[in-house]
């Protein structure tokens, strides 16, 4: 397997394997039909072509639109994916996705159901400022009936989208827009993830980095320096934030003794407090030093270069807080 | 516009046992909840009742609805279960959706009430959606979705008409225009001269029809439901009636028009109806009267199945999250 | 001070006397003048009469755009007070929340102020269901640029408000539908509370009960069968949410060792997370137990009551929680 | 429709002025941006000059206007400095922001640029509250809220329009209609034939108009803005024009009609102009020449002064969160 692909190969490939399988597939979204370009990224290139404007469909900017056609659809056994541009713009469509896609199955006493995907893509690093690039995850992760994935690999991002898209529930997808062009191995075609599975990418005694997303590879860098050092650090990847792993992460802390969980969204009320709440209360008293955070700074996404990269967390900030750990 | 045939005596009579159903079940659940023997908010379609009925005979079990926390008179008219309507409003297990959703979330799609919303407007763009999975599987379905005159006001109303109307969906928009939006009057929230005046903004067909009217609330909805059949796309329909219980039950209605009021429950659309099925012998007092014993003991039923069904069990609260049992 | 009034009054006074000392503060928002009887419970009751139907403003069912009429005035350098009438319609209204009143200020360089104040109710126990009961004060303390709070008592209910409305950013102010009319101790008029303090409301030296808003009242009723049994419950109400008084919450969890967190939102990256997390952090090696949630059961608000009564934290979960600590 | 005076000799050339300093900037801006003296995503108004132009000369620094991140235009027509507007869109600390909000989200309240946003639609919104608080204050000030062709789809637009219709708001909504939205052309997903039509849903003035026609759309303007200041509420202007440089600076454009874009371009509204004063008699050429060299100097002095101040310090993350700084 020494094939490269993108993100957004890889994305693109497990939309159009999964159209191919099965007919009740369907993309919608803004631009996402092939005489828009497939979407401003090109995600979605090439699959309006191959099966049809219909169940590939390019849309008005309506997010609410957006999300209720996916919705109603779903409703009916198709199993749409609906791109919502940017994971700020699911502001405009919290409430189908709130309380509408997440609450249906529950609220209809099991009769309909929400198979859908929302696909949305987000990260500071491009200079989009602060209504551009804000991580969200964790508002949809503390709502009950929605799924909330993310990939931190162009493989894991084809399994782990088959999955959502095979899933009986709605699912948000996140990707992230500044390594759309960062290229992995080619996923094995077919391939679908289990969700609920974080994996271990990274061995390590000494300390765990649990993270998810673009901050993996931060992750990978930092345990490289780390182990220059004499730290070997184990790398958790969520790859599903909710619900998590638990099982996955507590092994690892338990083993470890000492946890630092690192993303991009601002610290407070993160998941990272999820994550740590948890490891708390599951391994009190075998830590042996407290669950560190790293996110973003506490501020909207500034723009300015210097102020972005200050903003976002850096590998210095992950290295210092697992060093606070051995403290 | 082109003459529609006005209804026969058949559907005249079944649009009229619609209406009596909707009108007893209305008297004998507002009786119920006063007397204790039912506890819920309620949204009564007092006064509404022929909208409904006039949609519905041109509905088959196969056509959906979506509609909101005001819907009772909309799912009876589509054909629901009274016994599984009376339950869920109880709270029982034995309730078309267990207990779980209750009065706004009652669902039953065996019948076509795909969605019932309790939040303002949110039941347009999820129609639009079965309405997408109708032409896309071809089956001639047609989609209603049921709004206020207050909702009209609201953005997901102009997002899912605007999307109906690009995507020519087999959708027809029912506003049922009661003058009122809880307690504000609608020349004081609606900038539309009248509702359907927005329709030329999508270029849909659009009419105003006096709601209350069985015939011409049936050709107008007729026109429409056979537009979206035929695949000529999306109507909006603005039925003008009146809200007799204000807008939840055990409103003081302080805030309504004294003398608008008056004369609309004067002009009380059940008993026109009814003395105009009389008096144009399209039915005899006699056959009207059975229609409405049958109606009343279906009733009675409801109510003790109701009182005589258990609660839903707490382990339901992990049900229907998720597709699987959460533990 | 022996007076005694419920939320609804002591909120109301609370925007009276604001109104009354500054031209500036303004009212809008669906039914909140005094022809639509001052909102749906009378919270605004009273205003528009005194101060003009051009500051208090009744609005159509529109919250995008009542958000956005509300950031508008308040950057020119007005005070509202905007009613989302419950916290589930804010998602209609996120981006005007989230990517617009939070953001601007930042994003001008600290040109244009937002010193605006939402208020929003919810709270299950009434039978509202699934979409009319949640609480999502994470999302917005999740968010930089916001204030989050919430009050225990009338009293600080007046307070607290008034707090909200001077303040130069915009506050979320979070009120409980199902305790609107219980009573207390009359406001001292005039009093604006301090934002990001809390307020120890028992004192104790076995755990630290840390809560807001209406589980306080459970907190209170539980610290005293505790202290049957020899348990001497601490109280800490937090009141602004966020930011949190860390301050506070530290030096009772210090002193007592052990520390329950008990919310109405669900439990799963909910506010209680992050306080684990604080604390954890803050605290550790010094805790006697580790930091427990409780809250809501993960699942939508069902309707039917013994689910919407096992949904919500009971006394016995709090109970249950405190001994688990002493385990 | 009431005769409007035609713009007179002075107000042409100032109106010329304007487009040209539009012209001006965008070109090298472009090449400043290509040339990688600035790093930004750049959306171009190059093709839109007249529209803000012909507006903004009926306005005052008093007024009030709204913009989106397709905005330059808006503001310099609107008298927003040159080189701040420069040094922002670099992300210096001199620029309107201090480089915090970058070029989506540029403000100058001293010459009323309130507000810039990056969300599709949220300019309207915003812009009735601006108007809100010119009723309040009687002060006659007029707000003129821009936005896009796609955007007029979006729920918040409509929401927005329909409030300010019902309030009488001192607004004037001004769409430039360029035929796209991003990839998405007009008649895929606009289903008004002319997006004027929609304002008679909201018995508002609505006017199509040549956008790239100085003087109609001086008329058009002039027309609507004095219906606001005199408080007769608001209009929504229809500008047809048409965006040259595609949906965002390096945008392939592969999507577009060749031939719509070459006619567009053939009819370059700036040269025209020009040469239309020339042959009226309006302006001598050298005048031109010489207005034209003295704005090549103020953008010169721009591009110097940006490439000359510093970035901003990593301590603004804390600033401007809040009215406090975060420590
Ligand atoms: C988004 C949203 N905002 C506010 C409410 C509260 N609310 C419930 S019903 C209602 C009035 C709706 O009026 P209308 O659309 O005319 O329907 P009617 O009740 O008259 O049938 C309001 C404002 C809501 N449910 N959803
Ligand atoms: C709510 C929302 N959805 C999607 C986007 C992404 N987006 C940015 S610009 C744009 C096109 C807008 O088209 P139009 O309103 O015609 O303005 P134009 O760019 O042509 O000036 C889109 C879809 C957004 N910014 N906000
Ligand atoms: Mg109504
Ligand atoms: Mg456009």
Redesign the interface.
């Given at each position: 397997m020494s094939a490269k692909v993108n993100f957004i190969q890889a994305i693109n490939m497990a939309l159009d394997d999964a159209m191919a399988e099965d007919d009740g597939v369907?993309v919608l979204g803004?631009?996402v039909a092939d005489?828009?370009?497939g979407g401003?990224a090109g995600v979605t290139k090439g699959l309006s072509s191959k099966y049809g404007e219909?169940?590939v469909?390019?849309?008005?900017?309506?997010?609410?639109?957006i999300?209720?056609?996916?919705?109603?659809?779903?409703?009916?056994?198709?199993r749409?994916v609906a791109e919502i541009m940017l994971m700020?713009?699911?502001?405009?469509a919290?409430?189908?996705?709130?309380?509408?896609a997440?609450?249906?199955?529950?609220?209809?006493?099991?009769?309909?159901?929400v198979p859908l995907t929302i696909r949305t893509m987000t990260g500071a690093g491009?200079?989009?400022?602060?209504?551009?690039c804000?991580y969200?995850e964790?508002?949809f992760?503390?709502t009950?009936?929605l799924?909330v994935v993310t990939p931190s690999s162009p493989a894991d991002a084809y399994a782990l989208m088959r999955a959502c898209i095979a899933?009986?529930?709605p699912c948000l997808f996140i990707e992230n827009l500044p390594s759309y062009w960062v290229q992995g191995d080619a996923p094995e075609r077919g391939t679908v993830a289990e969700l609920g599975k974080a994996k271990v990418l990274r061995e390590g005694s000494d300390v765990s980095l649990i993270s998810y997303g673009r901050t993996i590879s931060d992750c990978l860098v930092v345990a490289e320096q780390l182990a220059e050092e004499g730290i070997q650090a184990e790398i958790v990847d969520l790859r599903t934030i909710?619900p998590y792993d638990k099982a996955t992460v507590a092994a690892s802390v338990e083993k470890t003794g000492r946890c630092v969980i690192v993303h991009e969204?601002?610290t407070?009320?993160?998941?990272?407090?999820?994550i740590?709440?948890y490891l708390?209360?599951?391994l009190?008293g075998s830590?042996h030093?407290?669950?560190?955070?790293v996110g973003s700074?506490?501020?909207?996404v500034?723009?300015?270069?210097?102020?972005e990269t200050?903003?976002l967390p850096s590998h210095d900030d992950v290295i210092s807080a697992v060093k606070s750990t051995f403290k | 516009m082109k003459e529609t045939q006005q209804p026969d005596r058949e559907v005249l009579l079944d649009m009229y046992r619609r209406v009596n159903l909707i009108y007893q079940n209305d008297e004998r659940l507002r009786s119920a909840i006063r007397s204790g023997k039912i506890a819920t908010t309620y949204y009564s379609p007092r006064g509404q009742e022929v909208i409904p009925a006039a949609v519905s005979v041109n509905l088959t079990d196969e056509d959906y609805i979506c509609t909101i926390y005001r819907g009772v008179h909309d799912m009876l008219a589509k054909g629901a279960p009274v016994k599984e309507i009376w339950a869920e409003i109880g709270g029982r297990a034995t309730g078309t959706c267990k207990g779980k959703g209750g009065p706004m979330h009652i669902t039953h799609p065996a019948t076509g009430v795909m969605v019932t919303t309790g939040i303002v407007g949110s039941s347009l763009p999820i129609a639009n959606g079965l309405a997408w999975a109708s032409q896309l599987r071809d089956d001639k379905r047609v989609t209603v979705a049921y709004f206020g005159d207050g909702a009209s006001n609201i953005g997901a109303v102009h997002e899912a008409m605007n999307m109906a109307a690009v995507k020519k969906f087999p959708v027809v928009f029912v506003c049922q225009n009661n003058g009122y939006g809880e307690h504000t009057h609608y020349s004081l929230s609606t900038s539309a001269r009248q509702i359907s005046d927005r329709a030329a903004g999508y270029q849909m067909p659009g009419v105003t029809v006096d709601g209350n009217d069985p015939v011409a609330m049936y050709v107008a909805a007729k026109e429409a439901i056979d537009r979206a059949r035929n695949g000529d796309g999306p109507t909006l329909i603005e039925a003008k009636t009146f809200r007799f219980m204000g807008h939840v039950l055990g409103d003081a209605d302080g805030y309504m028009d004294k003398e608008e009021k008056k004369q609309a429950m004067a002009n009380d659309p059940v008993p026109r109806f009814r003395q105009w099925m009389l008096d144009q012998g399209h039915a005899q007092e006699e056959q009207l009267a059975e229609m409405e014993a049958a109606i009343t003991a279906e009733i009675d039923e409801a109510l003790a199945f109701t009182l005589s069904s258990p609660m839903p069990d707490v382990a339901e609260l992990k049900r229907d999250v998720f597709a699987e049992e959460l533990n």
């Open positions: 369907l803004e631009d005489p828009q370009e401003i219909l169940r469909m390019s849309t008005p900017i309506a997010e609410q639109a999300m209720g056609a996916a919705i109603g659809a779903a409703i009916t056994g198709f749409p700020n713009f699911t502001t405009v919290m409430d189908m996705i709130i309380n509408h997440a609450k249906l199955r529950f609220m209809s006493g099991g009769q309909t159901s491009f200079g989009n400022g602060g209504q551009h804000d969200l964790a508002w992760a503390h009950a009936g799924k899933d009986e529930d909710a969204a601002v407070p009320f993160g998941v990272g407090a999820e740590a709440a708390q209360d599951e009190f830590l030093a407290p669950v560190k955070r700074v506490f501020s909207p500034p723009f300015s270069k210097p102020l200050a903003f | -």
